[in-house]
């Protein structure tokens, strides 16, 4: 007897390969939330915004965000009267591990290497203690430092509301 395979059975495979994989990636990527009676997934944007909001609230913060970002965010917010708290941030979230980037503006005279390490302390504490996360790192990028004497009131440089 033989048997000859279709040209369409390796596509349908595929197809079914492709939403399974899918599912699988949402599951892999939140491992840790994974329990008898369902599965929690955390979106990346959900994790953005946590590491957004504990960067701002650390003292020495301006801004976050590169100078095309701020610009973006400015347009964005006089548009729609909107700030976008995941500005400057992004993340990766992977088996159950977070690694997170951050751009940031600081205020002038502040001590950069202080500020990155509580920066990092304060983003890690807070995606940890609200997703149950394990934050892997949290790079710190410094684009720029406000200087209040030559604050040319220009609105793409607008200090984060604390």
């Known amino acids: 007897m033989t048997t ?9 495979a595929s197809h079914s390969s492709a939403q399974s994989t899918s599912s699988e990636q949402q599951r892999k990527r939140n491992k840790n939330l994974e329990t008898d009676q369902g599965t929690t ?3 990346d944007t959900v ?5 957004g909001i504990a960067a701002r609230e650390v003292s020495g913060v301006y801004n976050l965000g590169g100078g095309a970002a701020r610009m973006v965010g400015a347009l964005r917010e006089s ?5 976008n708290i995941q500005q400057g941030v992004s993340v990766d979230v992977s088996d159950g591990h977070v ?3 951050i751009a940031i503006i600081a ?3 502040v001590a950069i290497h202080e500020l ?4 990092r302390h304060n983003i890690t504490t807070a995606i940890t203690r609200m997703t149950g996360l394990i934050v892997d790192k949290v790079d710190v990028t410094v684009h720029d ?3 209040p004497a030559f604050d040319d009131n220009n609105d793409d440089t607008k200090q984060v509301e604390q």
């Open 4 to 12: 000859s395979t279709s040209p369409e059975s390796p596509n349908v």
């Open 41 to 43: 997934i955390i979106e």
């Open 47 to 51: 994790v953005g915004k946590i590491a």
């Open 79 to 83: 548009l729609t009267s909107t700030s």
């Open 99 to 101: 690694e997170v980037g």
């Open 107 to 109: 205020e002038y005279g």
């Open 116 to 119: 990155a390490q509580a920066i």
């Open 145 to 147: 430092v406000h200087v």
